[in-house]
């Protein structure tokens, strides 16, 4: 398929929905974050529609730092991703299932064998956001006082990563026989011990499980800081990030084109996928409405915690004059840095106020929000693809099922009558939806030297 035929879509799934105010608007059930049906619902029509892949963000920690904000976040009542993908795997046939799972505070052995497995209930369909910890609580859930220093987390994520593709490699498609004349279960010619020693981990193979049906599952990264770009495009295969403006989102594009490029790959074998938030009605006043509605359902305490929080912690909110100018620096985070970065550079270009930053973080997040019509969303979304901004979006519903459902009945019939997105399934696997290929297993490309 050529590039220029069709975008990919997938749609991220948080409990209530992706505009912080979403849990208080009365078409969204309160408790949707412990209610599988909900999210079955939810992934059904995601499914119905021929959405590439449903993604679950995750951070294994509460992510606000005091009571009065934590008092009113909606975020703090929800599934583990593996847990909820493993059952929608068994509501489903055709859709992608995104799990996030950091490399900071996870085991390369647990995390591919969890993947392996999830790719095995689901037929092919799993697929790994691959994270480094960037909120500061989680090391505190994990014995640390403090996160690892912001590239020290890249180097483990870089090793984390080869670590769990040599553990799906080790054994080889074939080598479960399953003989019952012979009472050979395994082929142990085809086995191969991983036994790496590194500069942060020890694993020594081989795996329990049989090699995932896609190889690996599908490989999907985050990062926009110059070491999340570096791991992008060396092992990504997805790629999530924010991009709230065409220009930013071009070279961007272009620049990680580029680095894959460098390191052996092919265009195709690496998708950006940036977020867009849509906000959509039938007119333009409808959808400046709805807008209007889910900020004012949302405490400015939230808002500043969460501006806060995206802003890597590095001022107090609270105690400065929201109306004056943010200014064009700030202290270097150890945390998100990528994200920092991004909404500095927007308020410098803006020239926002605090206030006006806090919104803009509370509404969007530093994705690209577009408020309006069908029409109007779908024009923003070929244009950006067009201009080789994106091979696809990652949809993020400011309410569900609401605004999801919005996007379904409203924005795809648009895009499909645009032929710019696809009306069925065409492949068994994620990987075959997504045009990409089902990587070789190391070890027999290398011979048949049996185990090592």
């Known amino acids: 398929m050529r590039r220029n035929e069709e975008m990919k879509l997938g749609v991220m799934l948080l409990q209530a929905g992706c505009h912080e105010g979403a849990w208080r608007d009365p078409g969204v059930p309160a408790n949707g974050g412990v209610d599988v049906e909900h999210f079955a619902r939810l992934t059904a029509l995601a499914e119905d529609a021929a959405f590439h892949f449903v993604f679950l963000p995750d951070s294994p920690s509460v992510v606000e730092q005091d009571d009065v904000s934590i008092a009113r976040a909606s975020r703090n009542d929800g599934f583990e991703p593996f847990t909820l993908l493993s059952a929608l795997s068994a509501r489903t046939r055709d859709i992608g299932l995104v799990a996030t799972a950091t490399t900071t505070y996870h085991q390369p052995y647990h995390l591919a064998r969890m993947l392996a497995s999830l790719d095995h209930l689901s037929g092919g369909r799993a697929a790994w956001n691959i994270v480094t910890s960037g909120f500061k609580f989680e090391a505190q859930n994990f014995g640390e006082a403090e996160l690892p220093d912001h590239d020290t987390r890249y180097a483990r994520a870089r090793e984390f990563v080869e670590i769990v593709k040599g553990l799906w490699d080790t054994w080889e498609d074939d080598a479960f026989i399953r003989d019952k004349q012979s009472g050979i279960f395994a082929d142990t010619k085809k086995l191969h011990l991983l036994n790496h020693e590194g500069d942060y981990l020890s694993v020594r193979g081989p795996l329990n499980t049989s090699r995932p049906p896609q190889g690996y599952p599908v490989l999907v990264q985050a990062g926009t800081s110059d070491a999340g770009i570096a791991l992008a495009a060396e092992v990504g295969e997805v790629v999530f990030t924010a991009e709230p403006s065409l220009e930013n989102g071009k070279r961007y594009y272009t620049t990680l084109k580029e680095k894959a490029r460098e390191v052996g790959r092919k265009d195709d074998e690496v998708l950006v996928m940036p977020g867009i938030l849509p906000i959509i009605g039938r007119t333009k006043q409808e959808a400046s409405m709805k807008l209007q509605r889910l900020q004012s359902d949302t405490h400015l305490d939230v808002q500043i915690a969460l501006a806060d929080r995206w802003l890597g912690f590095v001022t107090d909110l609270r105690s400065i004059n929201l109306d ?72 993020l519903p400011a309410t569900v099922p609401g605004g999801l459902k919005d996007f379904v009945d409203l924005v795809v019939p648009e895009l499909r009558r645009r032929c710019k997105f696809r009306s069925r399934y065409r492949g068994k696997t994620l990987r075959e939806n997504l045009g990409l290929t089902r990587p070789l297993n190391r070890f027999a490309q290398a011979g048949p030297t049996g185990r090592r």
């Open 324 to 395: 004056s100018l943010v200014p064009e620096a700030l202290p270097q985070t150890n945390l998100i840095r990528s994200r920092q970065k991004l909404l500095l550079e927007l308020a410098a270009r803006q020239k926002l106020t605090w206030r006006q930053l806090i919104r803009l973080v509370s509404d969007s997040r530093g994705h690209l929000m577009v408020v309006g019509t069908p029409d109007e969303i779908a024009d923003v979304m070929v244009d950006t693809f067009d201009q080789r901004a994106a091979d696809g979006f990652n949809v």
